[in-house]
């Protein structure tokens, strides 16, 4: 009997040894992968930053640029940037877009089979970093994006050495360089909703991105002989077939987010007293294109400026311009733009005016203009570039404002772009808003998220502190003005 006792305790000793043998086989479902691959994920960091951040744009980014005007829900409009409303907060979108690519990169580094998705990797790295720093200044980075290492409260790196250290931003975009032309292999490049798969066009995007990002540094570096490299090889967008974009749809599930709002949150957004000026100025047909005729008078356009407020303010909407039916009922019109040639151009126009390389700056300003026009579907006024406002240097014009003001019109849909560029080189000219909350001054930058303070403290205090507090008004490395 205790003979039989123990060959029956041996016996579920060795069957208990066999199912923690076999735990993790018979624990885990064939059908549920439990890593994506990378084609899923570029498609998803594509489409999501290009969403989100086109979004991003029209609700915050156009307010600080001064396109668009909210006329309720507007603290972010008046410059209370710590609280954001309808939007303000590209914080979470960048670093969530920058996770999912790194785990493209490692998969790209660690899988052979996957080596095709390195270069892209790296210019979508390039290309959100550059984003995140632009808006905020100095960020989490060397030491970001490591939690699975154990890395939970990165250090804030400054922003000239995300620019230009080993591992930044425009050495990352010369890896991908590399990558791209060290690539022999046959897999082809799946998920890629930018450029379907042509490696090649990844190259001729990231020298796009090379001149806009020295262009960027410029106050701060000399930038002229990589300028002049690129521009003398010439592999730069120079047409619109090259744009690096998807296009939105006029129906779900790809259309532009703002097409499915109710009504009364996308007539909050109306033209822009800046942008009126601007337009009218230069007798543009685009008005028509970006915003619609007032709700009382057809033929005209009429806009508001920036930052009423709305508790003491009474403001009848059908006096106003609303944003145009480009952004609600024909969204399949409309792009999601990482980088276009009507910028490149517009970049090169104002390095070659400002003497950093030798090129016809006058040829490069109206291919600039001419390709924004394509962009927009809106045909050339005859004498738009050689007879009236906006012919280059007619009368003794301005010519870099010219330049910095095409740019910054064609940008109304690409993040927070045009607010960026008026930090950089002080064009167009912005005006004080009606209600500021920020003592009349236009914000310099974005403030940390108040999470930060909650989540890693003592990297945030420094970078706080870095800022005069957290302060909207204290410039970015490279801001030279």
Not at 178 to 191: M, P, V, W
Not at 360 to 381: C, I, K, N, S
Not at 438 to 461: C, G, K, Q
Request: hydrophobic share 40%; glycine share 8%; net charge negative.
């Amino acid at each position: 009997m205790k003979k039989a006792t123990y060959v029956l305790f041996f016996l579920a000793l060795l069957g208990t040894g066999s199912c923690t043998k076999d735990l993790d086989t018979i624990n885990t479902n064939p059908n549920a992968p439990i890593e994506v691959t990378p084609s899923l994920l570029l498609r998803k960091v594509i489409y999501d930053y290009g969403e989100q951040m086109s979004y991003e744009g029209f609700v915050a980014g156009n307010l600080l640029g001064q396109y668009f005007t909210a006329i309720d829900f507007n603290l972010f409009d008046r410059h209370s940037l710590t609280e954001p409303q309808v939007g303000g907060n590209p914080w979470p979108v960048l670093y969530t877009n920058l996770r999912d690519n790194e785990i493209i990169l490692q998969q790209a580094r660690n899988n052979p089979a996957y080596v095709v998705y390195e270069g892209p990797a790296l210019i979508l790295k390039a290309y959100l970093t550059a984003a995140l720093t632009d808006m905020f200044g100095d960020v989490p980075y060397s030491e970001a994006l490591r939690g699975q290492q154990g890395e939970v409260t990165p250090a804030y790196d400054a922003q000239q050495a995300i620019y230009t250290a080993p591992g930044g931003i425009l050495d990352n975009l010369d890896q991908a360089i590399a990558a791209i032309g060290q690539y022999t292999g046959a897999r082809k490049l799946e998920g890629d909703i930018l450029f379907n798969g042509k490696l090649s066009a990844w190259v001729t995007f990231a020298y796009s991105l090379k001149i806009k990002y020295l262009m960027r540094i410029s106050g701060r570096q000399d930038v002229s002989a990589q300028l002049q490299a690129i521009y003398d090889a010439g592999n730069f967008m120079k047409t619109n077939d090259q744009d690096a974009s998807f296009d939105f749809t006029n129906g779900p599930p790809n259309n532009f987010r703002l097409a499915t709002l109710r009504a009364g949150d996308f007539n909050l957004f109306i033209l822009s007293e800046t942008m009126e000026e601007i337009l009218k100025d230069l007798d543009d047909p685009r008005l028509a294109v970006f915003f619609r005729p007032t709700g009382n008078d057809n033929t005209q356009y009429k806009g508001l400026l920036n930052g009423p407020n709305a508790s003491t303010t009474s403001i009848s909407v059908a006096n106003y311009s609303l944003t145009g039916t480009i952004f609600r009922e024909r969204t399949g019109e409309l792009d999601a733009n990482f980088m276009t040639a009507w910028e490149t151009n517009l970049f090169l126009a104002e390095a070659a005016e400002r003497g950093l390389i030798n090129a016809d700056a006058q040829a490069l300003y109206e291919t600039g203009v001419q390709r924004a026009f394509e962009y927009w579907q809106t045909p050339l006024p005859a004498g738009y570039l050689s007879s009236g406002p906006a012919a280059y240097g007619l009368n003794g014009a301005d010519k870099v404002r010219q330049i910095l003001t095409q740019k910054w019109l064609a940008n109304i849909v690409n993040g927070y772009e045009g607010w960026i560029e008026y930090r950089r080189t002080g064009y167009p000219a912005l005006k004080t808003v009606a209600a500021s909350l920020n003592n009349n001054l236009i914000p310099v930058r974005l403030p940390y998220p108040t999470d930060e303070d909650a989540l890693n403290h003592t990297n945030f205090s420094a970078a706080a502190a870095a800022t005069n507090g957290n302060s909207i008004n204290a410039p970015v490395w490279w801001d030279a003005n």
